[in-house]
């Protein structure tokens, strides 16, 4: 009889049986434990009066073979180790325009990872002559003599001829982006006049206050100095000297005598280079 009472039972009661039996057993096993996984620590809390510091990009292009390639790649990655600072060489321009106008596509790819605070185009025919000058040092000195420092997105410099976009600082911000695109702009809707980046952002600055309002011009020496054999300075007429931070050897065809002016001068300047010792970089 019992047999056959049980054969009656619905299906969905023995399901539900078999649930709370389940069920009421794990009440009774009482709470579990095991520690909870631990959240994720926070970041450490900057101390009273402490400044985060700036994430820096080191960027520069080269398309083709150099004699000075060496050296030239050598004083960059060589500086950005030693303080730290990210190091991005292209080897191959990706653009429409002519290729110097690359470096905006470079800094704009940069800023929207979100990963740096400021970056630095270097152009290639460029030395870093004294390493143990920490570029975020320069940033915070001339931020400081600024109104507004968190309204200033460029850094340039002039040389004889007006500015000079060998060396310059550009803030990892959208707005910069903007700025660029806006520069970009004015180069292409003028093709006959053809245009350089120097050329086209100069206009920007003249056409629109608000752009030139965001840009600091630095002092030539202090960022983007000359030899002597290129004696095109801003107006404080300062050439490079021993101990001076980067040595820029723009136009040297122009200046200089012989088959390869960069190169010999490269070859020139390259022991006055101030290195630091690879043992002590990060």
Known sequence: MLIRSLRRIPPSFVLLFVFLAFFGWQLSQGPSHEAPPSPPSPAPALAEGQQKTPRIALMTFITNQRSYLHIALKSKDHYARRHGYDFIVEFESHTDRAVIFYKFDMAEKLIKTGKYDWIWWLDFDTLITNTEIKLTDVIAEELRNVTNPDDIDFMFTNDCNGFNAGSM??????????????????????PALQMSEQDSTVKLMKDDPASAERVHMVAQLKL???PLEIGCYDEAKQPWEHGTFVLHFAGAWAHVKGDDPT????????????????????
Not at 169 to 190: C, P, Q, T, V, Y
């Open 263 to 282: 190169g010999q001068l490269m070859q020139k300047y390259e022991p006055d280079i101030i290195w630091g010792d690879w043992k002590d970089f990060p």
């Open 224 to 226: 983007n100095a000359f």
């Open 169 to 190: 600082l550009i803030r990892g911000h959208e707005r910069s982006i903007k700025f660029l695109h806006d520069s970009l702009a004015i180069h292409d809707e003028n």
